[in-house]
């Protein structure tokens, strides 16, 4: 059966890489996690004090790039690939509240972006692909052969990752939360360079008041769909 590209893009939070996972596994394909590389390129960025900090330096984080060596290892005991930052695990770190506050900034960067796009284009060409992130389906893959644009309330995104980070252990206020996707769906779709938007042929799946498991079982059988007519 003939593979296909698919591209997941969307707001923070809505279960994009859950979704992207399960598809991926479902039907055989490599997943990709951008969101994680962009958070790993934001944690290389506040280590070395080029953001997150009064003096930001995005020069020095430029000139630096060539040095964050980005690789995905796969972890049989956890089923999926974790990101790994100059040989380091970084999976947890990029995960923090610390993080997200900073990543949709550097994501406006255009270097970074040039370099990360680069990196996924790479990724896919041989095709049987599952990517989520922002600009999937309207930059990195734009000749995909399914598109999927995924949103739900700010409010209903916030809960989702108010629980998620309290599940981690994390010490955070629900407003706190809110706030920080507020700023990042701002951020995300005013950016000069490759803005979150919706691809004109991306199917638009709204899970304000769908549960994963339901959606899942839609996306799947539409992707069966995609890829039989292939």
Known sequence: MQKITIAIDGFSS?????????LAKALGYIYVDT????RAITLFAMRNK???????NINALIKLLPKAKLKFVFNEELGFAEMYLNGENVEKEIRSIEVSNQVSRVATIEEVRHKLVDMQKEMGKEKGIVMDGRDIGTVVFPDAELKIFMTAS????????YKELLDKGDKVTYEEVLKNIQNRDYVDSHR???????AEDAIEFD???????????????????VIEKQ
Do not use: C, W
């Open 192 to 198: 000069e360079f490759s803005p979150l938007k919706r």
């Open 14 to 22: 809505t279960g994009k890489s859950t979704l992207a996972k399960q």
């Open 50 to 56: 080029f953001v997150g900090v009064e003096q930001e």
């Open 35 to 38: 969101g994680a590389m962009y």
């Open 154 to 161: 700010p409010e209903t995104r916030a809960y989702r990752r």
């Open 207 to 225: 899970n304000s008041d769908m549960g994963m498991e339901e959606q899942f079982e839609r996306i799947y059988n539409h992707s069966l769909r």
